[in-house]
């Protein structure tokens, strides 16, 4: 089993920065591949962006892609997302999963073992 507990959600103005965080407890975190995802009201959970367990490889959403920056420190079992230039579509409450390594990147939510509260961002306008 592992725990996952997200931080770092917030209120924050367009175009401003906001750093998530979610430590991991239990199994040792750094074996598993993990991912955060987002949810907005009335949509469905949507993937954002993925990291392997060894962080050599990383994966975002098209509509992500270079504002968002998936990290992790596997000597602190902790996994970050960093999102820039942040806009009000951004809103939503975002969490962080985690599965079992795989070669292939994954990016639906059933596939994913175990996840977090989730923490919530909003954005401004």
């Known amino acids: 089993q592992v725990q996952l507990v997200e931080s770092g959600g917030g209120l924050v103005q367009a175009g401003g920065s906001l750093r998530l965080s979610c430590a991991a407890s239990?199994?040792?975190?750094?074996?598993?591949?993990m991912a955060w995802f987002r949810q907005a009201p009335g949509k469905e959970r949507e993937f954002v962006a993925r990291?392997?367990?060894?962080?050599?490889?990383?994966y975002y959403a098209d509509s992500l892609k270079g504002r968002f920056t998936i990290s992790r420190d596997n000597a602190k079992n902790t996994l970050y997302l960093q999102m820039n230039s942040l806009k009000p579509e951004d809103t939503a409450v975002y969490y962080c999963a985690a599965k079992n390594p795989t070669r292939v990147v994954v990016t639906t939510t059933s596939r994913y073992d175990y996840w977090g509260q989730g923490t919530q961002v909003t954005v401004s306008s």
């Open positions: 990291i392997s367990w060894g962080g050599g490889s990383t």
């Open positions: 239990g199994r040792t975190a750094s074996n598993y591949d």
